[in-house]
């Protein structure tokens, strides 16, 4: 009997020794690894004021921070969102939502605990199939705020310890006024003024009781009980409530009688209402982009930050410049200039406009024609289209020169790589030009070239180099020929992503990641988010040399030398069209701004291939920019870069051999690093004697008068090409014999 009781004795001690250690290892999970708090300073301060937007002035190119200037007209208020005080919300309101959501809300201290135990166990043991929530007035308001609403133990261990804090830091009638500014109503509409308006064309303060309950009807589903599209299930859930408030003693039998019989007038304008007030395409992204930093940096929810952008009298400090803006603007509305239709339809189009040295965003438009709308598809920022060759200069030249594997001057021969069937790669043009510079392949896009430069350059090399210098969102089935070189992607880019991927060139081999604004500051001027600027060198100084001298080529005499600004000021870029002619790009940059232009279908069809429409809207934004600037400025130059001639067809020094080719245009002048210029002689030209009347090589059987000298290519290619029409056949040597 002793044995059996020592033995109960030790089992005692040893669960309520465990009982202590589990309640530690709790204790100290709770304390470390749950987030009590929630930061609302945010939302409290300024409660009633608009938020604004403020511009600089930009002089030569950089910014003047000393007088900020405030856009009137771009003012935010943003979603049907505006703020009631406590004290101007009627008593049936605040009841009614009471009733509904949380009848225990004046008598709790944040947690309901039984009703929070019940929902626990029925969690575990599914006693009640449809289930019910155990949250309170003041953790739904966290809920709102944080966005955090996955049925989890951590999350909701988190909501109850979030309430309890916030239940000793504000008093019961701030939370409720919080909580009915905050709540979702359908529509768009966030907070009970906004809904007042927009469902009854009326101030909150003047609503009815039944109008209350109509809105407090809304909570438990704001799709299903939208009074506008479903009144028959808004009214079902607004006679509950009554008859909840009238059990509660919240009304009277003679108020709830006359309530239950009230029609309600619903605002058949809501369509109208819900899209007023439009924004700029800047507006939106500067909106999205201090959303997202209000997000990460005070743990809310994108409904939180919305509130507090669009409630907290908040002042945003834009890197917008005015009249970048409206030449964008002006350029899409009237796209239907610079566009042709397919089919009767016309394709879809979008710009960005950066400072190359801060990645400032000066100008955006994410779609053609007047914006109609806000919180629509941005094309600038949203859509992943495959590059085409505005991603060679990021993931073959750029990476190559810079490890030294090419030069301006290495030559490669334009054939295609693989045979069989349909030769791969071709060429837009379908020709092939045989022996060429490695900077005329990138004048004018040969896709052949751009291969067999990615092959000896290294496929994870080109695509880590693209990647992580670059920052294109690469993913690994982008490890091969065709997306590194081709630009032909699983996924793709955003036109902002390789825009200001080519700022690298421009900015001397410095990258920063973009920007819509700098800082902003609350009600009372401090400093809520603080956009720093932060660069980092990506590639050398002389590589973005050479690389804007290479693709200053391609704009003078390559693939977008129809480019009109090219006369009044330098520019540099580089063209692309994706498979099937679906994308039409452009990325282009003077000393003074980087812009870039897509245009395509939304759902991919080609577009129209007679010319690239891109580089007649980069034009018109262009010139338009540049119209007042003082346009001596060249392109980055780092002053160590070296020239040299170099042969055509060898990519070595010229011998007089090179200048009796029948081209007569074998020598050109190349760009350099120090070390890498060409240092041996061409042996690839050969000088003979052709006879004049068949073109074919002399013998002895070839009268003098017709013998003429001329220089050749020593150079032979596979009898499988003979089948294309490759241009410099003709002026191999063994192409010339008899």
């Given at each position: 009997?002793?044995?059996k009781?020592?033995?109960?004795?030790?089992i005692?001690?040893?669960?309520?020794?465990?009982?202590?250690?589990?309640g530690?290892?709790f204790?100290i999970y709770?304390?470390f690894?749950?987030?009590?708090?929630?930061?609302?300073?945010?939302?409290?301060?300024?409660a009633s004021?608009v938020?604004?937007?403020?511009?600089f002035?930009?002089?030569?190119?950089?910014?003047d921070?000393?007088?900020?200037?405030?856009?009137?007209?771009?003012?935010?208020?943003?979603?049907?969102?505006?703020?009631?005080s406590?004290?101007?919300?009627?008593?049936?309101?605040?009841?009614?939502?009471?009733?509904?959501?949380?009848h225990?809300?004046?008598d709790?201290?944040?947690?309901?605990?039984?009703?929070?135990?019940k929902?626990?166990l029925?969690?575990?043991?599914?006693?009640e199939?449809?289930?019910?929530g155990?949250?309170?007035?003041?953790?739904?308001?966290?809920k709102?705020?944080?966005g955090?609403d996955m049925?989890?133990?951590?999350r909701k261990?988190?909501e109850i310890?979030?309430?309890l804090?916030?239940?000793?830091?504000?008093?019961?009638?701030?939370?409720l006024?919080?909580?009915?500014?905050?709540?979702?109503?359908?529509?768009?509409?966030?907070g009970?003024?906004?809904?007042?308006?927009?469902y009854?064309n009326?101030?909150a303060s003047?609503?009815?009781?039944?109008?209350?309950?109509?809105?407090?009807?809304?909570?438990?589903?704001?799709?299903?009980?939208?009074?506008?599209?479903?009144?028959?299930?808004?009214?079902?859930r607004?006679?509950?409530?009554?008859?909840?408030m009238l059990?509660?003693?919240?009304?009277?039998?003679?108020?709830?009688?006359?309530?239950?019989?009230?029609?309600?007038?619903?605002?058949?304008?809501?369509?109208?209402?819900k899209h007023?007030?439009?924004y700029?395409?800047?507006?939106e992204k500067?909106?999205?982009d201090?959303?997202?930093?209000?997000?990460?940096?005070?743990?809310?929810?994108?409904?939180?930050?919305l509130m507090?952008?669009?409630?907290?009298?908040?002042?945003?400090?834009?890197?917008?410049?005015?009249?970048?803006?409206?030449s964008?603007?002006?350029?899409?509305?009237?796209?239907?200039?610079?566009?042709?239709?397919?089919?009767g339809?016309y394709p879809?189009?979008?710009c960005?406009?950066?400072?190359?040295?801060t990645?400032?965003?000066?100008?955006?438009?994410?779609?053609?024609g007047?914006?109609?709308?806000?919180?629509?598809?941005?094309?600038?920022?949203?859509?992943?289209?495959?590059l085409g060759?505005?991603?060679?200069?990021?993931?073959?030249?750029?990476?190559a020169?810079?490890?030294?594997?090419?030069?301006?001057?290495?030559?490669y021969?334009?054939?295609?790589?693989?045979?069989?069937k349909?030769?791969?790669?071709q060429?837009?043009?379908r020709?092939?030009?045989?022996?060429?510079?490695?900077?005329y392949?990138l004048?004018?896009?040969?896709?052949?070239?751009?291969v067999?430069i990615?092959?000896?350059?290294?496929?994870?090399?080109?695509?880590?180099?693209?990647?992580n210098?670059?920052?294109?969102?690469l993913?690994?089935?982008?490890?091969?020929?065709?997306?590194?070189?081709?630009?032909?992607?699983?996924i793709?880019?955003?036109?902002?992503?390789?825009?200001n991927?080519?700022?690298?060139?421009a900015n001397g081999?410095y990258?920063a990641?973009?920007?819509?604004?700098?800082y902003?500051?609350?009600?009372?001027g401090?400093?809520?988010?603080?956009n720093?600027?932060?660069?980092?060198r990506?590639i050398?100084?002389?590589?973005?040399?050479?690389?804007?001298?290479?693709?200053?080529?391609?704009v003078?005499?390559?693939?977008?030398?129809?480019?009109?600004?090219?006369?009044?000021?330098?520019?540099?870029?580089?063209?692309?069209?994706?498979?099937?002619?679906?994308d039409?790009?452009?990325?282009?940059?003077?000393p003074y701004?980087?812009?870039?232009?897509w245009?395509?279908?939304?759902?991919?069809?080609s577009?129209?291939?007679?010319s690239?429409?891109?580089?007649?809207?980069?034009?018109?934004?262009?010139?338009?920019?540049h119209?007042?600037?003082?346009?001596?400025?060249?392109l980055?130059d780092?002053?160590?870069?070296v020239?040299?001639?170099?042969?055509?067809?060898?990519?070595?020094?010229?011998?007089?051999?090179?200048?009796i080719d029948?081209?007569l245009n074998?020598v050109?002048?190349?760009?350099?690093?120090?070390?890498?210029?060409p240092t041996?002689?061409?042996?690839?030209?050969k000088?003979?004697?052709?006879?004049?009347?068949?073109?074919?090589l002399?013998d002895?059987?070839?009268?003098?008068?017709?013998?003429?000298?001329?220089?050749?290519?020593?150079?032979?290619?596979?009898?499988?090409?003979?089948v294309?029409?490759?241009?410099?056949?003709?002026?191999?040597?063994?192409?010339?014999?008899?």
């Amino acid at each position: 009997m002793q044995e059996k009781k020592h033995i109960l004795l030790k089992i005692m001690f040893i669960t309520f020794l465990s009982i202590i250690i589990v309640g530690i290892v709790f204790i100290i999970y709770v304390k470390f690894n749950l987030n009590h708090e929630i930061d609302l300073s945010l939302i409290r301060t300024g409660a009633s004021s608009v938020t604004k937007i403020f511009t600089f002035e930009r002089k030569d190119g950089v910014i003047d921070t000393s007088a900020p200037k405030e856009l009137e007209e771009e003012r935010i208020f943003l979603e049907n969102s505006e703020w009631c005080s406590f004290y101007d919300m009627p008593n049936h309101l605040k009841n009614a939502f009471i009733a509904v959501e949380d009848h225990k809300f004046y008598d709790h201290n944040g947690v309901d605990w039984p009703r929070t135990i019940k929902a626990t166990l029925n969690y575990i043991f599914k006693f009640e199939k449809s289930g019910f929530g155990g949250s309170t007035i003041t953790q739904q308001l966290i809920k709102n705020l944080t966005g955090d609403d996955m049925v989890t133990p951590k999350r909701k261990l988190e909501e109850i310890l979030r309430a309890l804090n916030l239940e000793k830091k504000l008093g019961k009638n701030e939370i409720l006024e919080l909580y009915l500014n905050v709540v979702y109503l359908s529509q768009n509409a966030y907070g009970i003024q906004s809904a007042s308006h927009l469902y009854f064309n009326k101030d909150a303060s003047e609503l009815s009781l039944a109008e209350c309950a109509c809105l407090a009807s809304i909570v438990k589903s704001p799709t299903k009980y939208d009074p506008y599209k479903y009144p028959e299930n808004n009214k079902n859930r607004r006679e509950l409530i009554l008859n909840m408030m009238l059990s509660y003693g919240m009304i009277t039998e003679n108020e709830h009688s006359i309530a239950i019989n009230e029609e309600l007038s619903i605002n058949p304008n809501i369509e109208q209402e819900k899209h007023s007030g439009v924004y700029s395409w800047f507006t939106e992204k500067l909106i999205s982009d201090v959303s997202k930093d209000l997000i990460n940096k005070y743990n809310l929810s994108p409904e939180g930050a919305l509130m507090i952008i669009n409630k907290g009298g908040l002042n945003i400090y834009s890197t917008m410049d005015t009249e970048i803006q409206k030449s964008v603007e002006r350029t899409f509305e009237s796209y239907i200039a610079y566009l042709k239709p397919q089919n009767g339809k016309y394709p879809e189009a979008s710009c960005v406009v950066i400072d190359p040295y801060t990645s400032n965003i000066l100008g955006i438009a994410g779609g053609v024609g007047i914006k109609s709308a806000n919180r629509i598809f941005n094309r600038a920022t949203d859509a992943k289209r495959p590059l085409g060759s505005v991603i060679k200069p990021l993931s073959v030249y750029a990476p190559a020169i810079e490890s030294n594997i090419i030069t301006y001057a290495s030559v490669y021969d334009d054939t295609p790589l693989l045979l069989e069937k349909d030769p791969w790669p071709q060429n837009a043009s379908r020709k092939y030009k045989g022996l060429v510079s490695a900077n005329y392949a990138l004048e004018h896009s040969l896709n052949t070239v751009s291969v067999k430069i990615l092959n000896d350059l290294g496929i994870d090399r080109a695509f880590d180099f693209c990647k992580n210098n670059f920052s294109i969102p690469l993913i690994e089935q982008d490890k091969a020929p065709s997306p590194l070189a081709l630009g032909q992607l699983t996924i793709g880019s955003s036109l902002l992503e390789v825009t200001n991927a080519y700022s690298a060139f421009a900015n001397g081999g410095y990258i920063a990641e973009p920007r819509s604004y700098l800082y902003v500051t609350d009600n009372y001027g401090n400093v809520i988010l603080s956009n720093d600027f932060s660069s980092k060198r990506i590639i050398d100084e002389d590589t973005a040399t050479i690389m804007n001298l290479m693709l200053s080529n391609v704009v003078q005499r390559g693939t977008a030398k129809a480019l009109k600004l090219k006369d009044i000021v330098q520019v540099a870029g580089k063209t692309g069209t994706s498979g099937n002619n679906e994308d039409k790009w452009f990325v282009g940059y003077t000393p003074y701004y980087l812009c870039g232009v897509w245009v395509g279908y939304d759902m991919p069809s080609s577009v129209s291939s007679n010319s690239n429409s891109a580089i007649s809207i980069f034009d018109s934004i262009m010139l338009d920019a540049h119209s007042a600037l003082n346009k001596d400025e060249r392109l980055f130059d780092s002053g160590n870069i070296v020239s040299a001639e170099f042969c055509t067809d060898s990519g070595k020094l010229p011998t007089e051999d090179c200048k009796i080719d029948p081209r007569l245009n074998r020598v050109q002048i190349g760009y350099f690093k120090k070390g890498t210029e060409p240092t041996e002689y061409c042996d690839r030209h050969k000088s003979v004697y052709i006879d004049s009347q068949s073109g074919l090589l002399a013998d002895s059987s070839t009268h003098i008068l017709f013998k003429r000298k001329i220089a050749l290519l020593d150079y032979e290619r596979d009898k499988s090409f003979n089948v294309f029409d490759i241009h410099d056949k003709e002026y191999l040597i063994k192409s010339r014999t008899k």
